[in-house]
């Protein structure tokens, strides 16, 4: 199964069980938060399969999602986060107030996802570019190489032909090769007892005549395994007589059929890598060869990338001698390569997912407002509508004072006071009366009542 459909068959798990569990606040909004989060890798993994990116259904080299079951998942996730939706609604409320969270995590895992798939999708590019360079690199080499030992072959098959050449005619064709080869330094004849006997061009070489290569371990390899072989061979990497580093391709010569020691080619390492791989090959990318851990040569080559996938290797077998090709991106070739979109993808998708619950958010609160401001406004347009009703004209009784209502009832004022206002009234005497209770009675008026009654005006 693939890690991705994994995660999501788990997301779904669990807001089942969130679904059925009894009794907690954190039920629904846990099981919608889970639900679309599936929803948005579904969605993102069926938009990777029709613009071509890998990396939103499919986690490096493991199994890929395949389109059916994201499919699924968008149904899956879709019913339980209606069902979310559904058992968390108010009466009140139209959504739920967990909605802008869910938005919001959904829109970000879809970004983060894209902008990987992205992301990667330029890291394999890049890495294609860099891998066809270093075959294109590998294969310029091997070309090169092998026209150039074709040619000493030829040379040889003259040797043989000619029952061994003239030193002057010999000098003049390795003259002919080094002038048509400018990566060839210099061509040797070194006899059966490996001794060097001609050279070309002489002019410099002159104390290498009569040098015998036994005590030189790789060349003397070199030239034992083209004796052997009746192939050319190439040596390691050895140090050349007039310093730096180079390579000797060793051709056998025969004469009637008996061996008569061999051709040496001398090739300077860093002008044979410099002549063979131009500008033109592998553009825009660094070179580095080497051979038994030794860097033979170099071409821009600053700081190896960090990504492992843009770094190419390749392996030059030549004769006896292999090798180590590696090209990776200059910072030039990435600058130019460089695609802002998975960046701006990443920025915007953020962006538009905190926008996105924002919204919600607002829209919500905006909605309880209005439904808030809806009931203030109802109740104080009852409260009114009471009011009115006092402020009409009341018909009451002169003599009790009583005061009919719109059925026709007659109610004493207090009782009806307290069923059309908020009012709360009590009971008690004003000085008046209660000095007419006091008489009634036979009892002496207070003096408190007396000066209340001196004090005030009575209508």
């Known amino acids: 199964m693939s890690p991705l459909s994994a995660l999501c068959f788990s997301a779904l798990g669990v807001a089942l069980l969130a679904l059925v569990a009894g009794g907690k606040r954190w039920r629904m909004p846990l099981a919608g938060t889970l639900s679309s989060i599936v929803i948005s890798l579904g969605v993102i993994a069926i938009v990777g399969y029709i613009f071509g990116l890998p990396g939103t259904y499919g986690w490096g080299q493991m199994t890929r999602v395949a389109p059916h079951t994201a499919a699924g998942f ?41 902008y990987f798939a992205l992301d990667s999708k330029q890291n394999t590019q890049i890495a294609r570019i860099v891998r066809a360079g270093a075959e294109s690199a590998r294969s310029q080499i091997t070309l090169r190489m092998e ?56 002019a410099g070489n002159e104390a290498k005549v009569g040098l015998n290569l036994v005590n030189e371990e790789r060349r003397a390899a070199a030239i034992a395994q083209a004796e052997r072989e009746h192939q050319p061979a190439i040596t390691r990497t050895v140090p050349l007589f007039h310093g730096g580093l180079g390579y000797v391709v060793y051709v056998p010569l025969t004469v009637a059929g008996q061996p008569d020691g061999v051709l040496g080619t001398v090739f300077r390492a860093e002008a044979l890598f410099a002549r063979y791989l131009p500008a033109g090959i592998a553009p825009g990318q660094a070179i580095r060869i080497s051979e038994g851990g030794l860097t033979v ?8 990338p960090s990504q492992p996938e843009w770094i190419a290797h390749e392996r030059v077998e030549m004769h006896g001698t292999t090798w180590d090709l590696r090209t990776w991106p200059t910072p030039a070739l990435l600058a130019e390569l460089n695609d802002p979109l998975p960046e701006i993808v990443l920025a915007a998708g953020l962006l538009g997912g905190v926008l996105l619950a924002a919204v919600c958010y607002l829209a ?24 009115k009703t006092l402020k009409g004209l009341l018909p009451i009784c002169a003599c009790c004072k009583r005061v009919r209502d719109d059925t026709g009832y007659w109610s004493q004022v207090d009782t009806y006071l307290h069923r059309h206002t908020d009012a709360k009234l ?7 009366c209660a000095a007419k209770a006091f008489t009634e009675f036979g009892l002496e008026v207070p003096e408190r009542v007396r000066a209340e009654l001196a004090e005030r005006n009575f209508e």
Not at 297 to 304: F, Q
């Open 74 to 114: 968008v149904v899956l996730g879709t019913g339980l986060f209606l069902t979310a939706w559904h058992s968390s609604g108010q009466a009140t409320e139209r959504t739920p107030r967990w909605l802008p969270i869910a938005l919001a995590l959904a829109t970000v895992t879809a970004t983060l996802v894209l």
């Open 147 to 202: 026209a150039r030992m074709k040619s000493l072959v030829r040379m040889a098959s003259r040797w043989e032909s000619d029952g061994r050449t003239a030193q002057a005619s010999w000098e003049a064709d390795a003259t002919s090769y080094i002038h048509d080869f400018p990566d060839m330094q210099a061509i040797e004849w070194i006899d059966t007892a490996h001794a060097i006997r001609w050279i070309a061009p002489f």
């Open 297 to 304: 040569y170099e071409r821009d080559a600053g700081v190896s």
């Open 364 to 387: 919500q609160r905006a909605s309880r407002l209005a439904r808030l401001a809806a009931r203030a406004r109802d109740a104080m347009q009852r409260a009114l509508e009471e009011v």
């Open 426 to 432: 009590s009971h008690g005497y004003c000085p008046e």
